[in-house]
């Protein structure tokens, strides 16, 4: 179960592990905001207790997924929310059944999370400096993913016990592979040319003043703690460079790349020791005279590559047995080993291609050397100032003088800026919320904001000024234009409507068509696997009902831009299982029974929560929905 985690993570026991990485290697912790003892909580489940920059930390990762997207920003918080509690129940429950992971489950786990690992394989020096770097025991990040792994047993005993049957595969065959035939028409939007009167004008001004506003703005004062700008203070010496250089010398070397084949007498129960061995050396004499290619394609037991010469590929260290890996590292370039024993039996091994590896020298990376060099340096006081950072502008929520002073810092200031766009600083999208968020508007520092891994930023409202409402005249031209387009919308609807009303009724498409000088366009075999409409009519005819008898089935579908599709689903055929779908019959079965499990789990987690001690704030209640 840990392979599966690991290579495909998916449901909620993944989704709780996975954010709790985000939190526990982000630049701060989530206790590293505030001191959660001085604020009351937003949520409870049971015992547990959330407080808002718990909220806070949730939304940040769980929106990370949505970036790019036009989502409200409440409905995300809310989302995050639910799944902060939502987890937290399952993790209470789970610990009640008595389900545990064992230490060595965790162990072998957390060897394999490439926050750990130097050159793929894990290194523990790595491990303790990044647990450091987050005031955090390994006792304690243990136990996260003790609890994560965990919940994921719990999730596997539903999941991985469920079936489908065949059935329950062929009734997906049938309706995946379905064919409709569809005529549709389309009404276009009229261009209209009839201006608006003065009233409706006015009306509509009256009825809109939030669309034609002056948007809300905000400037705001802050404070910058770079890793960049403290890296540049540290003092350097070519002595120190040196030392970090030898220290670091791996990372700046280049491997040796080392290509081997092979030819393998192997040992069974036909063939024995002795026998193998004796092939083994005879084959070896041949290849005074005979190209290794030539030798391994007429005698190696190894089939797969026997075709290829014996060809293993680029060698790398711990991906064979120790006496086959002493070998391929001493061998020189075309050179053949002696019979080397592995549990298969008895291999010769060449070198086909050998470039050495090569250590870029001191003096052509000492600029290289030297940022990196303070930059290490500098991580220990970025981390111990953003303590004080956080602790000072909490400790003093009405200025940002005293951390400055503090740490040494300037107070600047931004421009004015909205809610969706901004210059310098306010350009981040990350300060833009923070900004207008209810604890900055009521006068409070911020808390601390990541910008990157590298950037802690806290800020302070400057100046505010409300949204306020343009002058009529000023959008009257634009006012005309939204009206115009409504009515010809409206026309539309109604035009659609009627048509459908009279589909409906019985009345021919061609003669409407006819009628009112519309198109009829006609698809036959229309398939879920190969639409031929547009995404919105295709998933509308599917959705449609199944028409009766002679009577087809009417919608009407509206387009973004403001068009009405009338779709007359005419004939339905039932889907067959293909040949194609038989060679994925297995596949098909197992997807359908684990999504049978999964909907399981989901009504298993939706119901304990539903019967758990769960306490929200009013101001938790409106998150939850806004998520809905």
């Not at 028409?547 to 039932?574: F, R």
């Amino acid at each position: 179960m840990l392979t599966k985690i690991r290579d495909k993570a998916h449901g909620i026991f993944a989704q709780v592990m996975l954010i709790g990485m985000c939190v526990a290697f982000g630049l701060w912790g989530i206790n590293n905001y505030t001191d959660s003892s001085k604020e009351a909580g937003v949520a409870s489940v049971g015992d547990k207790t959330f407080y808002q920059q718990d909220v806070n930390k949730a939304y940040e990762q769980y929106s990370q997924q949505f970036q790019g997207m036009s989502i409200d920003e409440q409905s995300l918080k809310g989302q995050a929310l639910e799944k902060l509690i939502s987890d937290e129940v399952l993790l209470q429950y789970v610990r009640k059944q008595g389900l545990v992971a064992t230490d060595n489950d965790t162990r072998e786990f957390i060897k394999t999370l490439p926050y750990f690992q130097v050159n793929g394989k894990f290194n523990d020096g790595q491990y303790k400096a990044l647990l450091n770097s987050q005031k955090m025991t390994a006792n304690e990040f243990g136990n996260r993913i003790k609890n994560a792994l965990t919940m994921e047993q719990f999730q596997g005993g539903i999941v991985n016990s469920s079936f489908a049957t065949d059935y329950d595969v062929d009734n997906f065959f049938k309706i995946q592979n379905q064919q409709r035939d569809v005529d549709t028409i389309t009404v276009a939007i009229p261009v209209l040319t009839e201006q608006p009167s003065e009233a409706d004008i006015a009306s509509y001004y009256q009825q809109h003043q939030a669309q034609y506003q002056i948007p809300e703005q905000l400037s705001v004062e802050y404070v910058e703690l770079s890793l960049t700008e403290l890296a540049k203070k540290v003092t350097v010496t070519d002595e120190k460079l040196k030392t970090f250089y030898d220290e670091q010398k791996d990372s700046y070397t280049t491997p040796e790349r080392r290509k081997i084949s092979h030819i393998l007498f192997i040992v069974n129960d036909k063939i024995d020791d002795k026998t193998a061995l004796e092939k083994a050396l005879k084959a070896k004499q041949d290849l005074a005279t005979k190209d290794f290619a030539t030798v391994a394609k007429a005698v190696s037991d190894d089939k797969l590559t026997a075709k290829t010469g014996g060809d293993l590929g680029l060698f790398t260290a711990g991906s064979l047995e120790k006496p086959l890996e002493d070998a391929a590292t001493t061998l020189k370039l075309n050179d053949v080993s002696n019979p080397v024993k592995s549990k298969f039996g008895y291999h010769l091994i060449t070198v086909t291609e050998l470039v050495a590896g090569d250590v870029k020298p001191f003096d052509s990376l000492k600029e290289e050397v030297t940022k990196a060099y303070q930059k290490a340096q500098a991580e220990t006081g970025f981390y111990e100032s953003g303590e004080t950072l956080t602790a000072m502008s909490f400790e003093h929520p009405d200025s940002l003088q005293a951390v400055a002073d503090t740490l040494g810092l300037t107070v600047q200031k931004s421009t004015l800026f909205t809610k969706d766009k901004g210059e310098g600083i306010a350009a981040e999208d990350k300060i833009r919320g923070v900004a207008f968020s209810e604890e900055v508007l009521q006068g409070n520092n911020s808390t601390p904001i990541e910008l990157g891994s590298d950037r802690l930023v806290v800020l302070r409202q400057l100046e505010h000024k409300e949204a306020t409402a343009r002058d009529l005249n000023a959008v009257k031209t634009d006012i005309i234009a939204a009206l115009l387009a409504d009515k010809a919308k409206l026309l539309a609807v109604t035009q659609a409507k009627q048509i459908a009303t009279r589909l409906q009724a019985g009345e021919s498409m061609q003669a409407i068509a006819t009628e009112q000088k519309l198109n009829i366009k006609k698809v036959t075999g229309l398939s879920r696997n190969k639409p031929q409409l547009p995404a919105p009519l295709a998933d509308a005819v599917f959705k449609a009902a199944k028409p009766v008898g002679d009577k087809a089935s009417v919608v009407v579908v509206p387009l973004p831009t403001g068009e009405q599709v009338i779709i007359s689903v005419t004939k339905v055929t039932t889907g067959i299982m293909s040949d194609d779908d038989k060679k994925k019959l297995e596949l098909a079965k197992k997807n359908i029974a684990h999504a049978f499990g999964q909907a399981e789990f989901n009504t298993v987690v939706n119901s304990l929560q539903s019967s758990a001690d769960i306490t929200l704030t009013p101001k938790a209640q409106l998150l939850e929905q806004a998520a809905q």
